[in-house]
């Protein structure tokens, strides 16, 4: 994988993965929405395409942690919102 996707520069170099990841919000009617994360990623070369689930073996704990204090903070501030909760 030589080519750039739009807006990223060529990265070929093997063992290397490359990732996007997005918040995405949805309306889930008149008052609720779904913050949802969506992340995305493509390997440079077939070996460390075979070894990259290992990798997410050990991520999740520390995502989580991520993703809750932002999801915390993200609450903080709709319950401060006027019409907020």
Do not use: I, N
Request: proline share 9%.
């Amino acid at each position: 994988m030589d080519g750039a996707g739009e807006g990223f520069p060529p990265f070929g170099e093997p063992g290397w993965a490359r990732m996007a990841a997005a918040f995405v919000v949805h309306l889930c009617g008149a008052r609720r929405t779904l913050l949802a994360y969506e992340p995305r990623a493509v390997s440079t070369d077939p070996e460390f395409t075979a070894q990259f689930p290992r990798y997410w073996t050990l991520v999740p704990g520390g995502v989580g942690l991520v993703l809750r204090a932002l999801l915390k903070a993200v609450e903080g501030a709709a319950e401060h919102e006027p019409g907020g909760r």
